[in-house]
């Protein structure tokens, strides 16, 4: 009789929230989920090298392991990573393309290039991961430095959240730009996590075929 496979996903601590949601909704009990810091965000060159120290460190305990980033502005580090330890990672770009999805992410690019995109953790720690971090609090003159190209702020909610769109309303003011509000939920974020237990079931079908 077989067993489930033991999977670990390696994830954005940006992502925890949905991360767990999404296993809970879909009872995905053989799948364990460890974050790495959420700053990371803010400085992508650590990304890589935290992913290998971690996958290093649990390879031998599961019998799978997903990455739960996308590039994430790694500038394909994150891929080279999954080559060297032969995992896979979440598609796309970064957070915004796989909750707004493939083909709905294009097209809002290409209607809009100056978007600047907050998804729910971005909405709720907006004041530390923007604000703070580009120090627009102490140095309000830098605002337009770095957001005078912007044409928008596009909120890509994973929730129907009145607080949390009106934080995201708060936010687009403080940097001067309208806000657009899609609720997109959890995109292909949600189907590639799901799929991951198709893929340890097709494993385990192959395998006993060839005992």
């Known amino acids: 009789m077989s ?40 400085s992508p060159e650590k990304i890589p090298g935290a992913l290998e120290e971690r996958i290093q460190k649990t390879t031998k305990d599961y019998d799978q392991i997903f990455v739960g980033y996308a590039d994430c502005g790694t500038g394909g580090k994150v891929d080279e ?8 990672r979440l598609s796309g770009a970064h957070c915004y393309e796989f909750f707004a999805g493939k083909n709905n992410f294009a097209n809002l690019q290409e209607n809009e290039i100056g978007s600047f995109y907050l998804t729910d953790f971005l ?3 907006f004041e530390r991961l923007v604000i703070k971090a580009l120090w627009l609090d102490t140095h309000p003159e830098l605002l337009n430095e770095y957001f005078g190209n912007y044409t928008r702020v596009v909120y890509l909610a994973q929730t129907d959240d009145p607080v949390l769109e009106e934080k995201a309303r708060e936010s687009a003011k403080k940097l001067g730009l309208d806000l657009v509000v899609l609720r997109t939920g959890y995109g292909d974020f949600e189907t590639e996590i799901i799929s991951l237990q198709t893929k340890d079931k097709k494993t385990e079908l192959s395998n006993s075929t060839k005992e």
Request: hydrophobic fraction near 35%; charge should be negative.
């Open 3 to 42: 067993t489930q496979k033991k999977t670990l996903i390696i994830a954005c601590g940006a992502l925890s929230r949905e991360l767990s949601e999404v296993i809970s909704f879909n009872n995905l009990e053989h799948i364990e989920v460890e974050c790495l810091p959420a700053s990371y965000h803010n």
């Open 81 to 88: 990573i999954c080559e060297k330890f032969g995992v896979e």
């Open 123 to 125: 909405v709720k720690h």
